[in-house]
């Protein structure tokens, strides 16, 4: 349903009330004008300025009318809890609610949950009358990959997960390892929760090692938090620990990768290199020869594989030989 005349006067005046600054000079009725249509709004500054008026009869506001331009401010000591969200603030939430449903602690997304459905609710108000309400509808991220389903996962278990993490707690566990026949038990010390795709990882270290190991949270069949504080390595750091290709799933060796490719995949890596050094030089046959230093791993060797009718792995050399087992194998299947 779309917003009323008065719905839409509200809503504005709203977010007029946001942009009135707290102390003087103030801000005059132009500016506050182009601030209210920088955010969407379609007013004039007329409108702006006998809003100004009528909500000064309501809250304390004051016009500086000292000198020209007259800027409008909140009186001192006025009371500036606005409720509500803004046109930007409400596009932010939307946007992000799904991924921060993953990556939050429950409690904390819980606490947001009203916010988001304000957001919501400003959004379906104002989409009639606000160009920038309807943003939402019009934008969205998509991996690169195969369209998987994400795997399921126990809100309580992913809580408990999150609280350990969140009070530095150790926990005991089930997991099922994807290669793994049987369900192992561990103590771990949670490091870090990231989402890769559709998969949700705790990172941490199982004890009584010191190593950072992945864990997908819905291969967990039981959770326990303790009373044991967790054993944190001091030179364990989140943002490191993903600059040394963690989750490509690499160990943290790079090599020097040198590749042949046809000249479809080498415009998609001039546009998207390999690597901040990656070299792209063209070749008497039309082909171009490639070189990048990577990190080694299984992500690396999966792009390769999918990508074996574009390129020739040059080396290392015992990549090479990897990738040419592999295809033979691929080809006796058929």
Not at 269 to 297: F, Q, W
Request: proline share 5%.
């Amino acid at each position: 349903m779309s917003a009323s005349p008065r719905q839409n006067t509200v809503a504005r005046q709203w977010q007029l009330l946001k942009l009135i600054p707290t102390r003087a000079p103030g801000l005059e009725a132009r500016l506050l004008t182009q601030q209210l249509q920088d955010a969407g709004f379609s007013v004039s500054k007329r409108t702006v300025e006998r809003d100004l008026l009528e909500l000064s009869l309501l809250f304390p506001l004051q016009c500086n009318e000292k000198s020209k331009p007259y800027g409008w401010y909140w009186m001192q000591d006025a009371s500036l809890d606005i409720p509500g969200v803004t046109l930007a603030e409400a596009m932010s939430l939307t946007l992000v609610e799904t991924q921060l449903r993953q990556l939050l602690p429950t409690p904390l997304f819980d606490s947001l949950q009203a916010r988001f459905n304000l957001a919501k609710s400003k959004l379906k108000a104002l989409d009639s009358m606000n160009v920038g309400a309807r943003w939402p509808n019009k934008v969205a991220s998509v991996s690169a990959g195969m369209q998987l389903l994400p795997p399921k996962i126990d809100a309580d278990l992913l809580q408990k997960v999150q609280q350990a993490l969140l009070e530095d707690k150790q926990l005991d566990v089930s997991y099922h390892a994807l290669h793994q026949s049987a369900v192992k038990h561990y103590r771990l010390n949670p490091l870090g929760l990231i989402q890769r795709g559709q998969i949700s990882y705790l990172i941490a270290s199982a004890e009584p090692y010191c190593d950072p190991l992945r864990f997908a949270i819905h291969r967990f069949q039981q959770v326990e938090i303790t009373e044991y504080s967790s054993v944190i390595p001091k030179e364990f750091n989140l943002r490191g620990y993903l600059a040394k290709g963690a989750m490509e799933f690499s160990e943290g060796e790079t090599i020097k990768l040198e590749l042949t490719v046809k000249p479809v995949l080498a415009n998609l890596l001039l546009e998207t290199p390999l690597s901040a050094d990656m070299s792209c030089d063209e070749l008497v046959n039309g082909d171009y020869h490639i070189r990048a230093t990577v990190h080694k791993g299984w992500q690396l060797n999966l792009w390769l594989m999918s990508q074996s009718d574009y390129l020739t792995v040059l080396a290392p050399q015992e990549m090479r030989e990897n990738i040419k087992q592999q295809l033979a194998e691929a080809l006796a299947k058929y």
